[in-house]
């Protein structure tokens, strides 16, 4: 069963940085294609960032593009999000998740997404 379990969640103010982790179990990362989501209060849940299993391709969120970036050690089972200059409008629960396939599902077809991850809070004030 893969497990996913995310972490660096918190309070900080506008232009402020933030890095989430996501620590990954039960299979072989490598072949996991990774990526962050997030949902405001209220709103739909909004597709953050994805990262290729090798880590060779990414891909962003219009409102995240330039702000924020994706990364993995796949040496140590563990996907990063770099969140800088930080807005009151990032505020949201992240979700890290998982698939085996790198591909268009994780922005047209969401909920087929494999392995979701239980979400850390991201509170920025103004």
């Known amino acids: 069963q893969v497990q996913l379990e995310e972490s660096g969640g918190g309070l900080v103010h506008t232009g402020d940085s933030l890095r989430l982790s996501c620590g990954v179990s039960?299979?072989?990362?490598?072949?996991?294609?990774m990526g962050w989501f997030r949902q405001a209060p209220g709103r739909k849940r909004e597709f953050v960032a994805m990262?290729?299993?090798?880590?060779?391709?990414?891909n962003y969120g219009d409102s995240v593009k330039g702000r924020f970036t994706i990364s993995r050690d796949n040496a140590r089972n563990t996907m990063y999000l770099q969140m800088n200059s930080l807005k009151p409008e990032d505020t949201a629960a992240y979700f890290c998740?998982?698939?085996?396939?790198?591909?268009?599902?994780?922005?047209?077809?969401?909920?087929?997404?494999?392995?979701w991850g239980k979400g850390t809070l991201v509170t920025v004030s103004s």
């Open positions: 998740a998982a698939d085996s396939s790198y591909s268009s599902k994780w922005f047209l077809q969401t909920d087929r997404v494999e392995y």
């Open positions: 039960g299979r072989t990362f490598s072949t996991l294609a």
């Open positions: 990262i290729s299993g090798a880590g060779a391709q990414t």
